[in-house]
Antibody, heavy 123, light 107 residues
Framework: QVQLQESGPGLVKPSQTLSLTCSVS??????????WSWIRQPAGRGLEWIGR???????NYHPSLKSRVTVSLDTSKSQFSLNLNSVTAADTAVYYC???????????????WGQGTLVTVSS | EIVLTQSPATLSLSPGERATLSCRAS??????LAWYQQRPGQAPRLLIY???NRATGIPARFSGSGSGTDFTLTISSLESEDVAVYYC?????????FGQGTKLEIK
């Protein structure tokens, strides 16, 4: 059974780059076909999809974040990563990674999710 | 961007009662809707996908219905472990969007 685990700094200064990694166990990011996504949740608020990358390395992003976001794959470590630059306090949130299956149920839905990691943007 | 509006914002019911949660889309999304459960302090978990299919391991008391713009999540007989925020999410159009959530409380 595949499991996902986020990791990275819990505190980032304004204008700097937020960098997170999602480690995949019980499978590989190059298995698939899958999409690997990042989703965030500001405190007390709803969920927002950030971006995703396919097991073959093709990425797409939320239009409102596209200029600041990069999602990448490291198949040797079975990890995928999120870089969000020029952060502000509005980027403070719990960040989740999640998987989408392609070609079988539940196709194109997020399952499973990592447990999430809180990132605070503050000086 | 498709807006999903969930109602009610909060639902307070007793164990054994039936819960009915609503999600309305700003335009037709066919059956491209999922429901997620987020228990306190936990990550969201997929409950229902394609509007009416239960995900693996989800109890039969959870069911989903609807198509087009109006969708419903029903919990037939509430248990204490069902305390959570429930989110709907659409995949019909990019970017994928979530509703603002319904908080389910058990009296």
């Amino acid at each position: 059974q595949v499991q996902l685990q986020e990791s990275g700094p819990g505190l980032v200064k304004p204008s700097q780059t937020l960098s997170l990694t999602c480690s995949v166990s019980g499978g590989s990011v190059s298995d698939g076909p899958y999409y690997w996504s990042w989703i965030r949740q500001p405190a007390g608020r709803g969920l927002e999809w950030i971006g995703r990358i396919s097991s073959s390395g093709s990425a797409n992003y939320h239009p409102s974040l596209k200029s600041r976001v990069t999602v990448s794959l490291d198949t040797s470590k079975s990890q995928f990563s999120l870089n969000l630059n020029s952060v502000t306090a509005a980027d403070t949130a719990v960040y989740y990674c999640a998987r989408e299956i392609i070609g079988g149920p539940p196709e194109y839905w997020w399952d499973p999710w990592g447990q999430g990691t809180l990132v605070t943007v503050s000086s | 961007e498709i807006v999903l509006t969930q109602s009610p914002a909060t639902l307070s019911l007793s164990p054994g009662e039936r819960a009915t949660l609503s999600c309305r889309a700003s335009q037709s999304i066919s059956s491209d809707l999922a429901w997620y459960q987020q228990r306190p302090g936990q990550a969201p978990r997929l409950l229902i996908y394609d509007a009416s299919n239960r995900a693996t391991g989800i109890p039969a008391r959870f069911s989903g219905s609807g198509s087009g713009t109006d969708f419903t999540l029903t919990i037939s007989s509430l248990e204490s472990e069902d305390v959570a925020v429930y989110y709907c999410q659409q995949r019909s159009l990019w970017p994928r969007t979530f509703g603002q959530g319904t908080k389910l409380e058990i009296k």
